[in-house]
């Protein structure tokens, strides 16, 4: 790979992380047959957690994270209960309550909501193009949710598709507090987890999550801390810094949904429903429109 340009190195690696990406949702789909959001969180928490500290040390970099912590152990704990602690149990929970290819394809409006969400807190503006983008991804949510029937507006599941609406916006939320963290990214990260692991815990504790445990869904609980909430953020984290053009890596995320829509299919054996393909289709399309008006 050395002999490789930078923008290559950096397809590569974005490339690696919408791979790892695209299998989360069949991983959702089959721990949670077996295990409860909370007791997912907990497990795989604890094992992004092992894997973080272990990449930070092998990089020389504990003694920073010590004392990292001891500086802004207030940011981290901050940081930590809103990702990973609340977002991803209000996102599992959606994954809990809808069938999977619903679940995935509401989150990734979050892109939507994190414009918006910009206005009064980064002072941006909008621009024509989000509002086209806004109304594209909404349509599809809406078809989505009413498997087709928005003459009739008959919910599928409601309360799962609030879940999912709301995961999207702790999601843009926490990106929008993350402008102004100042600590380096994995230290940062890291630390999140660290000091969420003990909030997860407590609230595992507290809703009597540890009376009763399948171990069947054990090893994708292993699989989702490793890779969705571990590798492929050290993959993407190194995808932005090799390339000369952020959009050019960010473009690559248009491929996890539909991949996903595959192993979904082939590995969960979740049926594919046509709504979720058009509905999916329609936020693809808004956020392309999004992601092509800024990278110009």
Known sequence: MSKLSNNAKAMIFGLGAVLLWSTVATAFSISLQHLSPAQLLVIASAVSLIFLLALVTLQGDFASLREEAKKTWRSSLFFGAINPFLYYLVLLQAYDMLPAQEAQAINYTWAIVLSFMAV??????????DYIAAFACYFGVLYIATRGAISDLEFSNLPGVAFALFS??????????????TRPSLIGITLNFAFALPLILIYAAFTGEFSHWNTQGLWSAVYIGLFEMGLSFVLWNQALKLTDKASRVANLIFLSPLLSIVWLSQI????ILASTLIGLGCILIGLFIQNSAKSK
Do not use: C, H, V
């Open 120 to 129: 009064p807190i980064l002072k941006q503006r909008l621009k024509g193009t």
């Open 168 to 181: 999207t916006l702790i999601w843009a939320s926490y990106w929008l507090f993350n402008t102004k963290d």
């Open 268 to 271: 969960a054996d979740e049926p």
